[in-house]
């Protein structure tokens, strides 16, 4: 029996309007049409639509649109790129997400930086690197410490001195600039270190969310496929 617009609208709280642009977007495969000119949907256009709004929350909107562009182009080939970038930066932001953990995790109590402000030499050597290593990022922009107006020389307040700590802490663990840069956003972004632990967990079931959202998407995908 063909089914009508408004139900399929009706299984997802949609207006038959939004049902009618998907099929123009071609995110539903082409409707038939009545003698009279109406809509006549069939089953796998239910799933179509269903697996469209299963990508959503997995891969995004426009991503969600361009994969079943391209399945119902009859280029499903075309479609996988885009659900294995997705996947890759699931990946990525996890990856930087543990890099994150793991630094607060090792960065221990006696190296959490005390008041006050110390210069390259002295910092370096606490943490047994070269001063060079500092300068490099600088250079990249990892560390910037203000200047001293009457020396010139470096000057390393505590809130630099701990963001070198989680800095060195990082590439010991064999993260890189890019990967470090993130996370000493993240942490000057929340106020420091103490405040983010409540961002990770927020961050870390974000992206358990997210990983549960393509598993979905992925069996709905499957299924559409199956009828097409």
Same mark, same amino acid.
């Given at each position: ?110 190296? *959490?930086?005390?008041?006050? &402000? ?5 910092? /370096? ?6 001063? +060079? @290593? $500092? #300068? ?41 600039? *890019?990967?470090?840069?993130? &996370? ?5 972004? /929340? ?6 632990? +409540? @961002? $990770? #967990? ?27």
């Amino acid at each position: 029996m063909p089914l009508r617009p408004i139900d399929l609208a009706r299984e997802h709280g949609l207006s038959t309007q939004a049902v009618r642009n998907y099929e123009e977007a071609g995110i539903l495969p082409p409707a038939e049409r009545s003698p009279h000119g109406y809509r006549l949907y069939a089953p796998r256009h239910a799933a179509a639509l269903r697996a469209f709004l299963a990508l959503v929350p997995a891969h995004g909107h426009a991503t969600a649109g361009a994969i079943m562009r391209a399945v119902n182009g009859g280029a499903a080939e075309e479609a996988l790129p885009l659900i294995d970038e997705s996947h890759a930066q699931l990946a990525d932001d996890r990856s930087t997400l543990e890099a994150v953990a793991g630094a607060l995790r090792d960065l221990a109590p006696p190296c *959490e930086p005390g008041p006050g &402000v110390t210069y390259i030499g002295p910092l /370096a050597q606490r943490l047994g690197i070269r001063p +060079a @290593t $500092l #300068r490099k990022w600088e250079r990249v922009g990892l560390i910037v410490p203000r200047r001293d107006p009457r020396t010139g020389y470096r000057v390393y307040t505590s809130a630099d001195v701990r963001d070198v700590l989680l800095a060195h802490q990082l590439r010991r663990g064999g993260h890189g600039l *890019e990967q470090i840069a993130r &996370v000493l956003e993240r942490v000057r972004a /929340a106020g420091g270190p103490e405040p983010l632990q +409540a @961002t $990770l #967990r927020e961050w870390r079931d974000r992206l358990t969310a997210r990983g549960l959202a393509m598993l979905a998407g992925a069996a709905a995908l499957d299924a559409y496929l199956g009828m097409s």
